[in-house]
């Protein structure tokens, strides 16, 4: 008589199993179909863009990439230009925010009393929310000024120092690439810093305490314990601040000058790919047309490479902290 409800009681634990196992499988599924459909995004945007560019990149070829002209009315394009004003923008605003966004996560983190730091957190992470249009606004309106100002300055001081001084050529009129780049620094800033902040305190506690009792500094602790700790992190922040910065359109083309030119000098007016298809994409026609989207295209490519090289020292990291 009593082993009719054990039987009872073991054909339903066999059926809620079974039934747990297919919701697993389910999701399962549903989890991969989720990735499959951001991939597929991912190759839409980058075949639809090759696709509508293909009149210039299998047209022109190299030169398309490795010319500097560009003049719609004879129908000539070179992306040199472009892609010389997105990476040297970038470039400027990485080694500005990231010396900053360190110094920030640092005294957050190590040095800031309780009571202060939520709001001076709060008030970083509130820069990111800050849309990119009123960052252009901002940087042509006022910051323009303020570099026109500047400018004279740098060009008397830091123009005189021998191959550093081609650096600080040109006119003072605060459009350029070095405006573009610190108006992009302003931007990433937020996101590298709310980064290396939540590492940052990810290091447990009895770590650092232990180096303090050894007699070591905040900055000891920091450089032997906290950075060690956390590089791999760090270094993922960084990149995810250099691809906003590569991508970025309103904010630069308020302030980068929007001219097609490859000059020594940051002081210099200049282009990006992001800027030159805002600018110009609603009057192209034709091969102008195809020309921007492979520009698109070429951008695409540009943010995977530099994806792609973070992954890679991201792995080669975790490989020398296993060994």
Known sequence: MSSIPAIAVISSTDRRSRADARHDAWFRRLL????????????????STLWGGREVLFGQGLHFLTSADWNPVTDTYGALAPIFGTLVTSLI?????????????????????????GPVATAIELLASIPSIIYGMWGLFVFVPFMAR????????????????????GPPIGLGLLTAGIVL??????????????VFQTVPNRL?????????TT???VWDIVLPYT????????????????????????????????TSSLLM???????SIANEFNEAVGTHRSALIALGFLLFVVTFVVLLISRLMLRRLAKREGA
Do not use: H
């Open 208 to 216: 650092k305490e232990s180096s303090y009792a050894l007699g070591s």
């Open 219 to 221: 900055w000891e602790v």
């Open 32 to 47: 991969k179909v989720c990735a499959l459909l951001v991939l597929a995004a991912l190759l839409g945007a980058a075949l």
């Open 93 to 117: 605003a990485l080694v500005l925010a990231v010396p900053l966004s360190f110094g920030i996560a640092l005294f957050l983190t190590e040095i800031a009393p309780t009571w202060l730091r």
């Open 150 to 169: 500047v400018e004279p300055g740098l060009s008397a001081t830091l123009g005189r120092i021998p191959l550093l001084g081609k650096l600080f050529e």
């Open 185 to 198: 620094a302003v931007m990433i800033l937020p996101f590298i810093s709310s980064v290396m902040r939540e």
């Open 269 to 275: 007016p200049g282009t990006s790919i992001s800027s």
């Open 231 to 262: 590089r791999s992190a760090v270094i993922g922040g960084i990149f995810l601040g250099l691809g906003r910065a590569l991508g970025e359109t309103m904010a630069v083309t308020f302030v980068l000058g929007n001219a097609y030119n490859i």
